[in-house]
């Protein structure tokens, strides 16, 4: 589902309705009609706006900003071959087949997916957790961007609790592989963390 906030609706039809002035009619007759916001958000203007347009990044949301790069950047995909990446040494190297990516994110729920996880890193959430353990108490400032402190919190949790943590370390993880790859290898290296330990 969409998250588009008020200004991100005006951005959207002011960028995209060029040939109309009533913004304020055509946000209420779009707003929460997935069947014309999608083709909306494909429009190619919206994309050069951004990048033209400095000011546009502080009248968007980053929900609404990764949306519609994952859009242009599947257009792009789909007359590529190969998708490149640099290895340790600085060689560029085929990763992916384009046109397999841009299938992929041709798929919407895929694609709001990663709109959200994306964004979720935009802004960092953090905050004090007490919480006792073998008759003591102990306390820890947790980072909802710190990959560390979701494990632990996952750890002392209740069971319940957990799954949307286990979400939060896959998304961190996927992040940090995606954004810095280097730390793939760091990843790669760590033994689960949830494992229990053997013997005694």
């Known amino acids: 589902m969409l998250h588009l906030s008020q200004s991100d609706l005006r951005f959207l039809v002011e960028t995209v309705a060029t040939n109309r002035r009533d913004y304020d009619h ?7 009609k997935e069947d014309l916001l999608e083709p909306m958000l494909d429009d190619p203007k919206l ?14 949301t980053p929900h609404m900003l990764f949306s519609v790069l994952l859009r242009r950047l599947r257009r792009e995909l789909e007359n590529e071959a190969y998708v490149l990446d640099m290895d340790a040494k600085g060689k560029r190297i085929p990763v992916f087949e384009g046109p397999a990516v841009a299938d ?19 802004r960092t959430n953090s905050g004090i957790i007490y919480w006792q353990q073998r ?3 102990h306390k820890r400032r947790f980072s909802d961007i710190d990959l560390d402190d979701m ?5 002392i ?6 799954p949307a943590l286990y ?21 790669g290296a760590l033994e689960n963390p949830f494992s229990q330990p053997s013997g005694p």
Do not use: C
Not at 26 to 32: A, H, M, Q, T
Not at 47 to 60: G, I, N, P, Q, S
Not at 113 to 120: G, P, R
């Open 26 to 32: 055509i946000v209420n007759l779009v707003r929460d």
């Open 47 to 60: 994309t050069e706006r951004l990048f033209r347009d400095e000011k546009a990044l502080v009248r968007v």
């Open 104 to 122: 992929m994110l041709s798929d919407k729920q895929t694609r709001d997916y990663l709109a959200e996880m994306l964004s979720s890193f935009a």
């Open 135 to 137: 008759g003591s108490w």
């Open 151 to 155: 494990v632990e919190l996952a750890r």
């Open 157 to 162: 949790i209740d069971p319940e609790m957990r």
């Open 167 to 187: 979400k939060r370390i896959a998304d961190i993880a996927l992040f940090l592989s995606g954004i810095f790859p280097e730390h793939s290898a760091h990843l």
